[in-house]
């Protein structure tokens, strides 16, 4: 496509798919305050500030909070993104907006089934729950309409991913000599990998949750599930960071007064993710004794090469932004960070998400290593890593692109743009207070998942500062970004509800110093990636899941994920039971 093909907003040019895509944001925004509001009891509850929920409920809310925040934010943002870059790089619409608002309404539908199904766990007189976390796998058990209502989604997230590949099928049997446009590639190679690493959680939630729930079956194999889960459960950050990345890679430069550095590296990291973020889910498993140290070795090697696209997206994304810093008149070592448009909310927020995912990538790499992740698994440290990630990386990247979104998608100027600068600093700000305090609380062994972390009688001091000085920085934290959850709620409603001008810049995003034409032909080849990433998954997989099943059988004996354990407390139990046999005899 031609950048300058076109003038005028997204609206102007395909006023279906911009409803379409208001439709998917706007799920997006309420699914966020509704989770945000959710986290800020928890924090409050979880210090012991101000108990506004009872302690046997306070799962129901960090389940609602989890799934919310983690699944239906990201992804409905995310399906309305790509449908942006599709679209716009290929300079058509979708072949059929009946499919289209179908796989909306699927998606839609299975998050209220999802959510309704949890808040109904907050009343006695209503026979719903599902107080099992965003990790829903066994042996805790949710009502059958929670699983159905999981599923139901991201059938339609698959849907969604198809509605691309068709539009651009289409493009192709037009346009037989021409490369995969950049956004389109990074649509098509999101929807292959998410397809592959949301296999194990569909297997998991129709061949096993669903029936265990409904009483079809009487136990799961509790491994095999936490297994399947993290199949999925691992690879769904990359689902949710791949469309920030484009957004970095797209807009960026574009907002910075430049050009894309670098085509050609672009499309190699969204093959790298694709081959490289599914065999991982098993470093989430490293306390697993069900598991072979040996599996558990071959993934954390894995997840190593998963610093690599990181890397070179970091120096793309940063070249990208010292050339539009250049252009702007920017000069020196580091005096061209002066020119980048700071007052800006729509760079300033992505920067710092992505100042954020440096910090992230850090403590992500503690995560990964065997030994070291002994110290931290299961604590705070675990929740402040993924704060950073999910939580800002993605969070603040997509609120801060809305600024740049809404007028294109309604042809009405951004409220406040002042406000929005305000707004993603607070959230900047809020979640450095709670991402640190959440880390060295980890370090401390402060544990995660717990309504009631104080222990009475008994008093440590970390290395530096105190509990009580991490807890008040939580609660600060927390605080800050409802209060920035808040600013964003209301900016988006404001602009919505405003006035249309005809002042607005044109659709469009951002172009390249290498374009498609330096990039080898191999990297379009996306049938060769896909055979190789699910090549990968079988060797990762394959003699881990076979263990698992020969041992305990596919639905298992049910309850503990820890067969040694069980092995040990009958072999004492005979071995005790037989010496005084042997007294009495």
């Known amino acids: 496509m031609s950048l300058g093909a076109n003038s005028g907003t997204y609206l102007d040019q395909f006023p279906d798919e911009a409803k379409l895509i208001r439709a998917t944001f706007y799920s997006s925004f309420a699914a966020l305050f509704v989770g945000a509001l959710m986290g800020l009891l928890q924090v409050l509850h979880r210090v012991d500030i101000l108990r506004l929920i009872p302690s046997e409920d306070y799962y129901s809310y960090l389940t609602l909070h989890a799934v919310l925040l983690v699944l239906t934010f990201t992804i409905f943002f995310l399906v309305g993104v790509f449908t942006w870059g599709v679209t716009t790089s290929l300079d058509r619409g979708l072949e059929d907006l009946r499919y289209t608002w179908a796989w909306y309404g699927l998606m839609a539908g299975g998050s209220l089934l999802a959510g309704i199904t949890i808040i109904g766990g907050f009343f006695d007189a209503i026979p719903l729950s599902a107080a099992v976390l965003y990790t829903f796998y066994a042996p805790l058990q949710a009502h059958p309409l929670f699983y159905v209502g999981l599923a139901l989604f991201i059938v339609g997230s698959w849907f969604a991913g198809i509605d691309w590949f068709r539009s651009w099928w289409a493009w192709k049997r037009e346009n037989p000599d021409e490369r995969i446009p950049l956004p389109t590639f990074m649509a098509l190679t999101t929807t292959l990998f998410w397809i592959i690493s949301s296999l194990g959680v569909a297997i998991s939630v129709v061949v096993f949750m669903i029936p265990w729930s409904l009483g079809l079956i009487d136990q799961v194999n509790a491994l095999l599930t936490r297994t399947l889960f993290w199949f999925f459960g691992h690879a769904v950050v990359y689902f949710w960071l791949m469309p920030a990345y484009m957004l970095w890679y797209v807009m960026l430069p574009k907002i910075s007064g430049g050009k894309l550095f670098s085509d050609p590296l672009a499309r190699v990291v969204f093959v790298l993710f694709l081959i490289l973020s599914t065999p991982t889910g098993i470093h989430h498993q490293y306390l697993d004794p069900g598991i072979a140290e040996g599996f558990k070795f071959i993934v954390m090697v894995n997840t190593m090469f998963l610093l690599l696209p990181s890397l070179l997206t970091a120096f793309t994304v940063v070249a990208s932004m010292e050339h539009g810093a250049r252009q702007r008149g920017g000069t020196g070592y580091f005096g061209w960070l002066r020119a980048l448009p700071w007052r800006n909310p729509v760079f300033t927020g992505m920067a710092l998400a992505g ?8 403590s992500g790499m503690i995560n990964a290593g065997m030994n070291i992740n002994y110290l931290v698994h299961n604590t705070w440290w675990v929740v402040g890593h993924f704060h950073l990630t999910v939580g800002t990386a993605v969070a603040l990247t ?7 979104f809404l ?8 409220w406040n743009k002042s406000l929005g600068l305000a707004q993603v600093l607070l959230w900047f700000i809020g979640m450095t207070f709670m991402s640190n305090a959440m880390h060295r609380a980890g370090l401390a062994g402060i544990p995660r998942r717990t309504a009631e972390p104080q222990y009475s009688g008994f008093d440590f001091q970390p290395a530096a500062g105190s509990v009580a000085e991490l807890n008040m920085q939580v609660v600060i934290g927390g605080t800050l970004l409802f209060i920035s959850t808040l600013l964003f709620m209301l900016i988006v409603v404001m602009t919505v509800r405003g006035s249309k001008v005809d002042t607005l810049p044109a659709n469009g995003y951002a172009e390249t110093l290498s374009g498609p034409e330096d990039a080898p032909l191999v990297l379009d080849n996306l049938r ?5 990433a699910i090549a990968l998954v079988v060797l990762a997989y394959a003699l881990p899941l076979a263990s698992i099943i020969g041992r305990h059988g596919l639905f298992g004996p049910g309850g503990s994920p820890s067969p040694q354990f069980i092995d040990t407390v009958v072999f004492t139990g005979q071995a005790i039971f037989d010496s005084l046999v042997g007294v009495i005899r």
């Open 398 to 404: 997509f609120m801060a692109t809305t600024y740049w």
């Open 407 to 414: 007028p294109q998608l309604t042809g009405k100027k951004i």
């Open 528 to 532: 060769l990636w896909a055979g190789i």
């Open 355 to 362: 100042l954020m995912f440096a910090a992230a990538g850090f």
